[in-house]
């Protein structure tokens, strides 16, 4: 029988003890992770003989149980998160897609062939449909997934009705288009205004989250680290990801807290040096093992600074039901967002 | 009983520690500023969204208790199924000998696939390869080039005595000449093979295009484009399947570790077809210089070819043009063509893309 034994904790670290970890807090805490790459590797296991057994069927299921290890294994203040979301969801979100993807080359091919000349227009209006899927995945999946994601029984969500709906729909196809006609100049632009819009409508429980990067700043750091990694013919690419992590956590608040990012770009090099030896050397038998310690580097050196107080975050209504989680109509696209 | 536990009360975002006390039915949960619940044992369930602590709710609320000693778990006589599902350190020990057993037959049986692959490519038949052909060559096409009849008639002559101990497979074979801007040569499933034009102008002589054909001839006899398309669904299929979610967060794509395992599969296949041709060069009558020859300029333009050759899906050009070179018999066959025959056919297909 194991036994708790709260005095296991080095001396020097900022420690959260479970009976005592105080609702507000004004100081510097970690966001910890505790994922075993054994495990993982066993999940994995689990995962890919179910994913071949079933023909490709089970990876919804994957997906979800491999969520709900991290998700289980992240933790702040002491406390672990948890995903609520089931494989059946994914199943259903997928087969949504397919159904649409289906219905929409059924449609296409009626259309041109009752009016063959219509056929010229395809090139022009398949970028658009494509747009349109992506701008859904993006918005709906996030929303999904924090819908999914609770801590201390509290869940996360992002806002979203019909006058939302349509403005992130005008903010992506103005984005995609503009990313398209300068070439890709816009896209840093773009992607900010995509964080803003999306972080803004974030919230755990009633508390809101709050990003404020400016969108010529962050450009600014696109095509520093662009040029300098084409330069350094890709050295600096890991501290090209860092500052990009480091702009998105920093300029995003939760009350009167900030996020930190701490990892080192020379710890990513590493990472990446490791990662990739040890995926090709292993044949990709290492993957559990470099993506537990992937996701340790990164969950552990993310940290909130500044006053914020749990007390006052309260459950919201909408999310609070088990009827409010069944009548959400939005599931995950999986398309690797 | 008494077991320290963290109350959440589904209202608030806080964390409040808790004393358990098991009276009779009911579990009573205990704050320091008093009775938070008293929950009936029937109704007390695991929460299931919570894999890796031991989390349990009550029927009739959202709030929920983490109970840091899983022994409540048996106290509170809760199925025990999902802690078993989800406890993995628990089954550490059978799991781990059998993950790297399972692995370990995984890899070696990827290694060793050739026998697999080789069997399900004969499964495919040629009308279906046919199938796969059509999307392929749907864009490709409007490259092709018009042979004229002398041109057509000269590379038939060509093509019938490289199937001169096995006529009745020339008709599986259909070669085509496509001005696209690469210098190579390739097969394509439903035994059509494709000779691009700047590699029809860079062969020197009939015997070295000979060379060319009767490797290409070789992949298509042997049907290895079908068993190429197989292994990559195998290799790349399963790679991917278990790296599953997580390949988007990593630096480099695990299906790269299948490319690498390919290599060594494809090198197989282009040995077996350099055997085959071989044989069917001297069979047909013409002398394996001439491809012994082509070898050394590819050697020539590329002396690092044999250097990696782990890394590689053809042999070393060096090694190819050696072999090649020392089969040769010193026969002197009939001319494969006529020299105006041959510049006619080299001056097929005037425009590159």
């Known amino acids: ?337 | 009983m008494i077991v320290r536990g963290k109350y959440f009360d589904g209202l608030n975002a806080v964390s409040v520690p808790v004393d358990l006390f098991i009276e009779g039915n009911v579990l009573r949960i205990e704050t320091a500023e008093g009775t938070a619940g008293r929950w009936p044992l029937g109704s007390i369930f695991r929460d299931e969204s919570h894999s890796v602590s031991v989390v349990i709710g009550c029927a009739a609320g959202e709030d929920r208790v983490e109970v840091v000693d899983p022994s409540v778990v048996a106290a509170l006589n809760i199925s025990k199924r999902v802690w078993a599902i989800n406890d993995l350190r628990d089954t550490k020990r059978i799991l781990i000998p059998s993950f790297i057993a399972l692995l370990a037959v995984v890899f070696v049986g990827l290694w060793h696939s050739r026998v697999l692959t080789r069997y399900l490519a004969t499964k495919v038949t040629l009308e279906q390869e046919q199938k796969v052909l059509a999307l392929v060559e749907r864009d490709s096409l409007k490259n092709e080039c018009t042979l004229n009849s002398k041109q057509s008639f000269a590379l038939d002559k060509l093509l019938a005595r490289l199937y001169r101990n096995d006529p009745e497979n020339r008709a599986s074979t259909k070669v085509k000449i496509l001005s696209l801007n690469a210098n190579n040569a390739f097969t394509l499933p439903g035994g059509e093979i494709w000779i691009l034009k700047p590699l029809l102008m860079d062969v020197q002589t009939p015997a070295e295009l000979a060379g060319v054909l009767a490797h290409e001839i070789e992949h298509v006899e042997k049907r290895h484009v079908v068993e190429s398309i197989i292994r990559s669904a195998l290799f790349t299929g399963l790679l991917n399947a278990l790296a599953g979610d997580v390949s988007g967060f990593l630096l480099i794509d695990p299906s790269t570790a299948a490319q690498i395992l390919g290599m060594k599969l494809s090198r197989e296949m282009e040995e077996e077809a350099d055997d085959g041709a071989l044989k069917r060069l001297l069979a047909a009558g013409i002398s394996p210089i001439g491809a012994s020859e082509f070898f050394v300029r590819l050697e020539q333009r590329d002396p690092t070819s044999g250097r990696l050759e782990f890394l590689s899906t053809h042999p070393g050009s060096a090694a190819r043009a050696k072999r090649f070179w020392e089969a040769d018999r010193g026969r002197t066959d009939p001319p494969i063509m006529t020299e105006e025959e041959w510049a006619d056919l080299q001056s097929s297909c005037e425009t590159v893309l």
């Open chain 1, 1 to 337: 029988m194991s036994e708790y034994q709260p005095d296991q904790t080095p001396q020097n670290e900022v420690v959260h003890d479970p009976y005592t970890t105080p609702p507000s807090s004004t100081a510097t805490h970690n966001f910890e992770y505790s994922g075993d790459g054994v495990e993982m590797a066993l999940l994995f296991l689990k995962n890919l003989l179910l994913t071949i057994v079933t023909i490709g069927l089970y990876r919804p299921w994957a997906r979800t149980n491999l969520r709900r290890y991290v998700w289980g294994h992240v933790s702040f203040l002491g406390d672990r998160a948890s995903y609520t979301g089931t494989g059946l969801e994914l199943f259903k979100g997928w087969a949504k897609l397919i159904g649409l993807l289906i219905a929409a080359f059924l449609t296409i091919g009626l259309i041109t062939r009752i009016v063959p000349f219509s056929a010229v227009l395809l090139p022009f209006v398949t970028p658009f449909a494509y747009i349109a899927v992506f701008a859904l995945a993006t918005y709906a999946g996030l929303r999904y997934r924090l819908s999914r994601t609770k801590w201390r029984e509290i869940k996360f969500g992002v806002d979203k009705n019909k006058e939302s709906t349509n403005e992130f729909f005008r903010l992506y196809f103005l984005g995609a288009f503009l990313s398209v006609v300068t070439f890709g100049i816009y896209y840093p632009w773009f992607k900010n205004s995509e964080r803003t819009f999306l972080t803004n409508r974030s919230r755990l429980g009633n508390a809101y989250f709050s990003f404020n990067g400016i969108s010529g700043e962050y450009a600014a750091l696109c095509f520093k680290g662009i040029f300098l990694s084409f330069i350094t013919l890709g050295f600096y690419l890991p501290w090209f990801i860092r500052s990009l992590v480091e702009f998105r956590l920093n300029h995003t608040k939760f009350q009167s807290s900030r996020f930190l990012f701490t990892l080192k770009g020379s710890d990513l090099l590493i990472y990446g040096i490791c990662a990739y030896f040890g995926t090709v050397l292993s044949f990709g038998l290492a993957t559990p093992w470099i993506y537990n310690w992937g996701l340790r580097l990164f969950v552990t050196n993310i940290k909130i600074e500044g006053a914020f107080d749990m007390a006052a975050v309260t459950a919201s209504l909408s999310d609070g039901s088990s009827l409010a989680e069944q009548t959400v109509l939005e599931y995950d696209l999986d398309l690797g967002f």
